[in-house]
C-alpha cells in the first residue's frame, strides 16, 4: 500500500519532468521544498524514527518502497541527507539531550542534515585525515571534505574527524554537530552530474563545544559504518527502481519502433539482451529486498547484504543503462530523451558510498577472505 500510494503521489507531483525543470533552471535548493513539505506531511520524513521522537517507526521495508519510487521518478528529496543519514546516526550515537533537540524538528521536516565525510577520490570510510584536537572549552575542526550530500542547504552537517590514530584505522574516528555559520567554515556547492547538490566543505581552525561530540570518543566508526549500510540500501533501492524505468522504456521502445519494414523488438538478437536484463533485473530485487529485511529483522547479516545489494545494483547499472542508450539508437544519447538523465543519476548511484568493486572487496572481507 506504501509502495502504491508512493507510485501515485509522484507520478503526479513528481514526475521526470519536474526534475528537468529544477535541472534547467539551475535551482540553488537542488529540490522542491514544497514537494518535500508534501512528503512529511505523509509521513515520510518520520518513517525510520520512533513513535516517541515523532515518528512512524516503520522500518526500512517501507523506506525501501519509497526510494524504490523516487528511483522510477528521478525524485529529489533530503531523504537521504537528513532522514537515512542524518537522523540514523542521531538514533545512533547521539544523546538524549542531541535526540530530544533535533529528531523532532527532523520528523516536521524542520531541519535538514547532511553528512560530512568523504576526503578521497574513491569511497573510504576509513580514509579519514580531518582532525579533531581538544581545546580548553572543546574541540578545533580542521580539514576539508568532498561530496557532501545537500551539504550547501544543511541547517547541521554531522563531521567525520580522527580524534586518535592514523587515516585508514577504523578506531580514533569521532563525529562531531556542527553549525555551517560558524567561523571557520567554509561551504561551496558543486553541482553533480544528475544535478543533484553536493557541497565542498573546509574547515580552518573551527572552534565547537564539547557537547558537539556525537556517540563515544573515538568510537564512531561502528555507528557511521551502520548507517553507511543503511544509505546504501536505500540507494540500491533507489537504484533498482531506476533501473526498473529505464528497462520498461526500453521494452516499449522495442515494441514500437520500426525499421526495415517490422518492430525492431521482433529481433531475436535484441531480445536476447532484453532477457539477460530481465533476469539480472530480478536478482537485484531479491538482494535489495534481503538487504532491506536484514536491516529491519537481521543486523548480524546486514552488512554483507547491504554490500550484496549495492554491487550488483552498482554493477547493473552500468551494464542496462548502457544498453538502454545503444538500444534506443541515436536518440538515446540526446537530452530530449529521458534515459541520459537516468543514466546519469545511475551513474552516481553507483559511485556513492561505494561502487561494485569496493563491495565486491568488503564481501570478500565480511566472509573471511
Same mark, same amino acid.
Given at each position: 500500500?506504501?509502495?502504491?500510494?508512493?507510485?501515485?503521489?509522484?507520478?503526479?507531483?513528481?514526475?521526470?519532468?519536474?526534475?528537468?525543470?529544477?535541472?534547467?533552471?539551475?535551482?540553488?535548493?537542488?529540490?522542491?521544498?514544497?514537494?518535500?513539505?508534501?512528503?512529511? #506531511?505523509? *509521513?515520510? $520524513?518520520?518513517? @525510520? =524514527?520512533?513513535?516517541?521522537?515523532? !515518528?512512524?517507526?516503520?522500518?526500512?521495508?517501507? /523506506?525501501?518502497?519509497?526510494?524504490?519510487?523516487?528511483?522510477?521518478?528521478?525524485?529529489?528529496?533530503?531523504?537521504?541527507?537528513?532522514?537515512?543519514?542524518?537522523?540514523?546516526?542521531?538514533?545512533?550515537?547521539?544523546?538524549?539531550?542531541?535526540?530530544?533537540?533535533?529528531?523532532?524538528?527532523?520528523?516536521?521536516?524542520?531541519?535538514?542534515?547532511?553528512?560530512?565525510?568523504?576526503?578521497?577520490?574513491?569511497?573510504?570510510?576509513?580514509?579519514?585525515?580531518?582532525?579533531?584536537?581538544?581545546?580548553?572549552?572543546?574541540?578545533?575542526?580542521?580539514?576539508?571534505?568532498?561530496?557532501?550530500?545537500?551539504?550547501?542547504?544543511?541547517?547541521?552537517?554531522?563531521?567525520?574527524?580522527?580524534?586518535?590514530?592514523?587515516?585508514?584505522? #577504523?578506531? *580514533?574516528? $569521532?563525529?562531531? @554537530? =556542527?553549525?555551517?555559520?560558524?567561523? !571557520?567554515?567554509?561551504?561551496?556547492?558543486?553541482? /553533480?552530474?544528475?544535478?543533484?547538490?553536493?557541497?565542498?566543505?573546509?574547515?580552518?581552525?573551527?572552534?565547537?563545544?564539547?557537547?558537539?561530540?556525537?556517540?563515544?570518543?573515538?568510537?564512531?566508526?561502528?555507528?557511521?559504518?551502520?548507517?553507511?549500510?543503511?544509505?546504501?540500501?536505500?540507494?540500491?533501492?533507489?537504484?533498482?527502481?531506476?533501473?526498473?524505468?529505464?528497462?520498461?522504456?526500453?521494452?516499449?521502445?522495442?515494441?514500437?519502433?520500426?525499421?526495415?519494414?517490422?518492430?525492431?523488438?521482433?529481433?531475436?538478437?535484441?531480445?536476447?539482451?532484453?532477457?539477460?536484463?530481465?533476469?539480472?533485473?530480478?536478482?537485484?530485487?531479491?538482494?535489495?529486498?534481503?538487504?532491506?529485511?536484514?536491516?529491519?529483522?537481521?543486523?548480524?547479516?546486514?552488512?554483507?547484504?547491504?554490500?550484496?545489494?549495492?554491487?550488483?545494483?552498482?554493477?547493473?547499472?552500468?551494464?542496462?543503462?548502457?544498453?538502454?542508450?545503444?538500444?534506443?539508437?541515436?536518440?538515446?544519447?540526446?537530452?530530449?530523451?529521458?534515459?541520459?538523465?537516468?543514466?546519469?543519476?545511475?551513474?552516481?548511484?553507483?559511485?556513492?558510498?561505494?561502487?561494485?568493486?569496493?563491495?565486491?572487496?568488503?564481501?570478500?572481507?565480511?566472509?573471511?577472505?
Amino acid at each position: 500500500m506504501l509502495r502504491d500510494s508512493a507510485q501515485a503521489f509522484l507520478s503526479v507531483e513528481a514526475p521526470v519532468a519536474a526534475m528537468r525543470r529544477l535541472r534547467d533552471s539551475e535551482d540553488a535548493t537542488g529540490f522542491d521544498p514544497e514537494l518535500w513539505q508534501r512528503m512529511v #506531511e505523509m *509521513g515520510w $520524513s518520520g518513517m @525510520l =524514527l520512533p513513535e516517541r521522537w515523532g !515518528g512512524l517507526d516503520f522500518g526500512f521495508k517501507g /523506506m525501501g518502497a519509497l526510494f524504490e519510487q523516487c528511483g522510477h521518478h528521478l525524485t529529489p528529496s533530503p531523504l537521504l541527507a537528513t532522514v537515512v543519514l542524518g537522523g540514523g546516526l542521531l538514533l545512533r550515537a547521539g544523546s538524549q539531550a542531541q535526540c530530544q533537540r533535533w529528531l523532532p524538528l527532523l520528523a516536521e521536516g524542520k531541519a535538514w542534515f547532511a553528512l560530512a565525510l568523504e576526503e578521497l577520490p574513491r569511497h573510504d570510510p576509513r580514509q579519514v585525515a580531518c582532525s579533531a584536537t581538544r581545546t580548553a572549552t572543546g574541540w578545533q575542526l580542521d580539514g576539508e571534505k568532498w561530496l557532501v550530500l545537500d551539504g550547501h542547504i544543511a541547517q547541521q552537517l554531522i563531521v567525520v574527524a580522527r580524534t586518535s590514530g592514523l587515516p585508514g584505522q #577504523e578506531h *580514533g574516528l $569521532s563525529l562531531f @554537530l =556542527l553549525d555551517p555559520a560558524t567561523a !571557520g567554515v567554509q561551504l561551496s556547492r558543486s553541482r /553533480m552530474i544528475d544535478s543533484r547538490n553536493a557541497a565542498r566543505l573546509q574547515l580552518s581552525a573551527v572552534q565547537i563545544p564539547a557537547d558537539a561530540l556525537l556517540g563515544a570518543l573515538d568510537g564512531g566508526f561502528e555507528p557511521l559504518d551502520a548507517v553507511l549500510d543503511q544509505a546504501r540500501v536505500c540507494l540500491a533501492a533507489e537504484g533498482l527502481g531506476l533501473l526498473r524505468e529505464v528497462f520498461e522504456r526500453t521494452l516499449d521502445y522495442l515494441k514500437q519502433r520500426v525499421q526495415f519494414d517490422v518492430v525492431i523488438g521482433s529481433f531475436q538478437a535484441l531480445q536476447h539482451r532484453a532477457a539477460r536484463l530481465h533476469v539480472e533485473l530480478e536478482q537485484c530485487q531479491s538482494a535489495v529486498a534481503a538487504a532491506l529485511a536484514a536491516l529491519q529483522d537481521d543486523p548480524v547479516q546486514a552488512a554483507q547484504l547491504a554490500s550484496l545489494a549495492k554491487a550488483k545494483v552498482s554493477k547493473l547499472s552500468e551494464l542496462l543503462l548502457n544498453e538502454a542508450v545503444q538500444l534506443h539508437g541515436g536518440i538515446g544519447v540526446t537530452d530530449e530523451l529521458d534515459i541520459g538523465l537516468f543514466l546519469k543519476r545511475g551513474r552516481v548511484i553507483q559511485q556513492t558510498f561505494g561502487d561494485a568493486v569496493f563491495h565486491n572487496d568488503r564481501y570478500a572481507r565480511l566472509n573471511g577472505f
